[in-house]
């Protein structure tokens, strides 16, 4: 029970950081791992992704992968073993999920015009989300997801909220806001 309290206080200054912070599927990632506690550049560093060890050595603070696909589970770890003989693991999982975006304008068009209605001022614009989320190969239904949308980085409560997957907005000639 010691080791394993002298192993908490000693990785409780260090993590790993994912970058992208929400990773997509099929995309390029990468593993940090920083430490406040230890000398990160002259300690042991194990890699394991999935189960499998990826990279080892010392110093080695970034591992780079390919994402896999929706609904898989990523799970990252790190063993080390500092110069003065501390040791600790950290772990890090996540599954990967999808969503697109799509904007409609509640505006008029002629007849023989081919292309999208596109935004005029004053005019209703609709984004929807469609998310493409799996977990334990079952589908979750876009009803069930909250949603939290924000406007110039305001958050819209009247509009987020479970199931609220459609957002409006009045498309205006504003200086302040930029459209």
Not at 64 to 69: C, D, H, I, K, L
Request: hydrophobic share 35%; net charge positive.
């Amino acid at each position: 029970m010691i080791l394993k309290q002298q192993a908490d206080i000693k990785s409780s200054g260090s993590s790993i950081t994912i970058y992208p912070e929400f990773p997509g599927p099929n995309q390029e990632v990468e593993a940090r791992f920083t430490s406040h506690s230890v000398d990160a550049d002259f300690s042991y560093i194990s890699w394991t992704h999935n189960g499998k060890t990826v990279l080892a050595g010392r110093g080695e603070l970034i591992y780079r992968f390919s994402a896999g696909n929706v609904g898989d589970r990523e799970s990252i770890a790190v063993s080390v073993a500092s110069p003065d003989g501390q040791e600790f693991k950290l772990s890090k999982t996540f599954y990967l999920g999808d969503a697109d975006l799509l904007w409609s304008a509640e505006t008029a068009i002629p007849p023989e015009y081919r292309g999208k209605a596109m935004p005029s001022p004053r005019s209703l614009v609709y984004v929807t989300a469609f998310p493409r989320f799996v977990l334990n190969r079952q589908s979750i239904a876009p009803a069930s997801l909250r949603y939290e949308w924000s406007l110039n980085d305001k958050l819209q409560t009247a509009q987020s909220g479970s199931g609220k997957r459609t957002f409006s907005l009045n498309k205006h000639k504003c200086a302040s806001c930029g459209y």
